[in-house]
Nanobody, 122 residues
Framework: QEHHVESGGGSVQAGGSLRLSCEAS????????MGWFRQSPGKDREEVAY???????KYADSVKGRFTISRDNAKHAVYLEMNSLKPEDTGMYYC????????????????WGHGTQVTVSS
């Protein structure tokens, strides 16, 4: 497909868990960096986590110890395991890929999905 396809979002109570999945587009190559961003109403798009082609990961301080990113190059997929969810984790979660992890937010160098909604209630 032309764009990445995210799935796994939903509504959970605080303390719950969700696992997001992203099937990458037909343009994906295994050397690409893969990441997850989120956006809440009235806020800028926020980097949640990314994983480079050879495995190094980076997490936003707000999700460290609670979220885990992983990838399966054979399936052209990236995942986000989210535990101990908080109401502030609510937002639209987007999967993105780029040739370099520093390019994930640059539209001219990255490719995005349409997002999957995560809602955490208190």
């Amino acid at each position: 497909q032309e764009h990445h396809v995210e799935s796994g979002g939903g509504s959970v109570q605080a303390g719950g868990s969700l696992r997001l999945s992203c099937e990458a587009s037909k343009y994906f190559v295994s050397t690409h960096c893969m990441g997850w961003f989120r956006q809440s109403p009235g806020k800028d798009r926020e980097e949640v986590a990314y994983i480079d082609s050879d495995g190094p990961t980076k997490y936003a301080d707000s999700v460290k110890g609670r979220f885990t990113i992983s990838r399966d190059n054979a399936k052209h997929a990236v995942y986000l395991e989210m535990n101990s969810l908080k109401p502030e984790d609510t937002g639209m979660y987007y999967c993105t890929t780029a040739g370099d992890c520093g390019w994930l937010l640059m539209p001219q160098y990255s490719r995005w999905g349409h997002g999957t909604q995560v809602t955490v209630s208190s």
